[in-house]
């Protein structure tokens, strides 16, 4: 009864993540054509959603800090979800009514209900499903990512090319708004046991609570390494993702085909998630991420050569250490965080990651003007960073028998350590 109900629970989490995050992929393409065609101008349709992005990365500690205090997660998780998707009502209905400063200025004071989407949901998924199915369904997690990177762009764009992009933004917050019954159905926090009736002390104030999240993630050594070279690793991603369509004019005949790389990257991380699902066990997530990390520095190496098929090889390998990657991260993230601050440690190291991919993309642009594959060649060069990282950081600090422990709380049996 215990794993059909539990069978039950993940289910509804998965579609609900599944949909709130197609949402939110689309968004941010559906936002960008609608402002192009309210405003007719690039500059000015790239600030809502880029607005949206920065308040989103700038807000994630604080919105962990709510999570982890409240006793019932998915209705605050409910309530971020339905003023995410409003909020994309009334960005598209002041597009062309309003000044875009003031457009812009609702996209800052929307943007901290993004995590919700993303982190905040994640943080979630220890309280519905067993610790023996964790680790699957941790991979099971990370592939509602590679979905809706793959689907939510070229989505956006297929409702845009059939109802206009207001259309496609409505889509958009309709997806997100079917999330919206299985984030409330979400477990509640676990109860505090009882205690003798003595006074209790005052609750502290958020802002000791924001300093325990970032200390919670330096005091673990593997969380710390993990954070610090996932980060890392979203620059030279962002890079990438910048130089695509110029990889696209330059070598696949139009700067939209350069959205096939990305695609494919989609579609490869999807796929290697998929696999990973299977047998979830058979290595350490620090071992996956640190070989992932490999992956797509070799990657980024592969696609600075320009060459067509060099190109579409790049994607393939790319995806497939970026999606395992990502999953690696949500285990480790799993296994070491506090339960108690749970919440804060995934919405902080996503608030960390989007602030790597936006440096990445700034990066990016320069240098890619001057020379292309010196772009992508750095990009290789921030993933070796981010290996170099993971091998260096906190590992003075890992105590005796660390592996053994944090395996063992992450559901691996001690024998099959290898």
């Known amino acids: 009864m215990e794993t059909r109900h539990s069978g039950r629970a993940l289910r509804s989490y998965l579609g609900g993540a599944a949909a709130a995050r197609v949402g939110d992929e689309m968004s941010g393409p559906a936002l960008l054509l609608a402002g192009l065609a309210a405003t007719g101008s690039a500059s000015r349709a790239a600030a809502v959603p880029a607005a949206l992005m920065v308040s989103a990365a700038a807000g994630g500690p604080l919105f962990g800090v709510l999570l982890d205090r409240s006793a019932r997660p998915g209705r605050l998780l409910a309530a971020a ?63 509602t990512y590679d979905l809706a990177s793959l689907v939510g762009p070229a989505l956006a764009g297929l409702v845009a090319g059939l109802a206009g992009a207001p259309g496609a933004v409505a889509v958009a917050a309709a997806l997100i708004c079917l999330a919206l019954a299985p984030a409330w159905a979400l477990p509640r926090a676990p109860a505090e046991p009882a205690k003798p009736a003595v006074r209790r002390p005052p609750r502290a104030p958020i802002r000791a609570d924001l300093a325990a999240g970032f200390r919670a993630i330096h005091r673990a050594p593997a969380l710390a390494r993990a954070t610090t070279a996932s980060v890392v690793s979203c620059v030279g991603a962002g890079m990438f993702i910048t130089c695509a369509p110029l990889l696209g004019a330059a070598s696949l005949g139009g700067a939209g085909h350069g959205a ?25 997530p620090d071992t996956v991420l640190w070989s992932a990390i490999v992956l797509v520095g070799a990657a980024l190496l592969l696609a600075a050569t320009t060459r067509p098929l060099a190109l579409a090889a790049a994607a393939i390998l790319a995806g497939a250490g970026q999606g ?10 799993h296994r070491d965080a506090p339960a108690h601050l749970r919440g804060q440690v995934f919405t902080t190291g996503a608030s960390l990651k989007t602030t790597g991919y936006a440096l990445g993309t700034a990066l990016a642009g320069p240098l890619a003007t001057r020379s292309l594959p010196g772009a992508l060649l750095a990009a290789a060069a921030f993933q070796a960073l981010a290996a170099v990282s993971f091998a260096l950081v906190g590992r003075r600090r890992d105590p005796p028998g660390h592996r053994r422990r944090s395996d063992e709380r992450y559901g691996k049996r001690p024998h099959a350590i290898g």
């Open 324 to 333: 395992p990657q990502l999953t690696a991260l949500f285990a480790i993230r």
């Open 81 to 143: 979800l339905g003023g995410y998707a409003a909020a994309l009502a009334v960005l598209l209905a002041t597009l062309d009514r309003m000044p875009i400063a003031a457009t812009v200025l609702l996209g800052v004071l929307a943007g901290p209900l993004g995590p919700a989407l993303s982190g905040g949901w994640t943080s979630q998924l220890p309280r519905v499903v067993t610790a023996g199915t964790l680790a699957r369904a941790n991979a099971l997690d990370a592939m």
């Open 260 to 284: 096939y790389l990305l695609s494919g990257s989609a579609a490869s991380a999807l796929v290697a998630n998929t696999l990973l699902a299977r047998r979830p066990r058979a290595l350490r």
